[in-house]
């Protein structure tokens, strides 16, 4: 059964790092496109970064330059290192799972929390 756990979410200060975590399992990690998304109180969901099977990256602009994702194989984890924080970047974050070749592919963790304070 596929599964996605976030974790490292928590509450920092304005101008702080954040390092979050999405560990996989029940699937075959390294054929799968990661996005990490998030969703803040009354707002619709958005695309924070997203790392192809190949490595290649993608970030919103609001994140560019403060956000860096990757990947793992080894461990079946994507990360997403989140620095000069700002309040507006509190949200949940999710993590999800895609591989375009099985529309079926296409998985969602729980999320996890980031808050950040002014």
């Known amino acids: 059964q596929a599964q996605l756990v976030e974790s490292g979410g928590g509450l920092v200060q304005s101008g702080g790092s954040l390092r979050l975590s999405c560990a996989a399992s029940?699937?075959?990690?390294?054929?799968?496109?990661m996005t990490w998304y998030r969703q803040a109180p009354g707002k619709e969901r958005e695309l924070v970064a997203h790392?192809?099977?190949?490595?290649?990256?993608n970030y919103a602009d609001f994140v560019k330059g403060r956000f860096t994702i990757s990947r793992d194989n080894t461990k079946n984890t994507v990360y997403l290192q989140m620095s000069s924080l700002k309040p507006d970047d509190t949200a949940v974050y999710y993590c999800n799972a895609f591989w375009p070749s099985n529309p079926n592919g296409n998985y969602w963790g729980q999320g996890t929390q980031v808050t950040v304070s002014s």
């Open positions: 029940g699937f075959i990690f390294m054929w799968y496109e």
């Open positions: 790392i192809s099977a190949s490595g290649t990256t």
